[in-house]
C-alpha cells in the first residue's frame, strides 16, 4: 500500500534523467493530481499537487528556461 491508497502507483522519472543520477524527482499519475517523491528515498515522504498546479509550474518552468 502507498500513501495514496490502495492502487498501486506507476512512478516514472524524467526523460531527460539519466542512470549516472540518482539524485531526482519521480512522479505518479494521481488523476486530480501528481504525486512526487525523491528518487534516493522511494519510501520516504510524497507530495500530491493538483494536476493544474503541476501543470502551471511546469509551464512556468519551461518559460523561465527559455528565457
Do not use: Y
Amino acid at each position: 500500500m502507498n500513501d495514496f491508497g490502495t492502487v498501486p502507483l506507476t512512478w516514472r522519472k524524467s526523460t531527460h534523467s539519466s542512470p549516472q543520477h540518482s539524485d531526482c524527482v519521480e512522479l505518479a499519475d494521481l488523476g486530480v493530481a501528481i504525486a512526487v517523491r525523491d528518487s534516493k528515498d522511494p519510501e520516504g515522504p510524497k507530495l500530491a499537487i493538483a494536476s493544474a498546479d503541476w501543470q502551471a509550474l511546469t509551464a512556468a518552468i519551461r518559460r523561465r528556461s527559455h528565457a
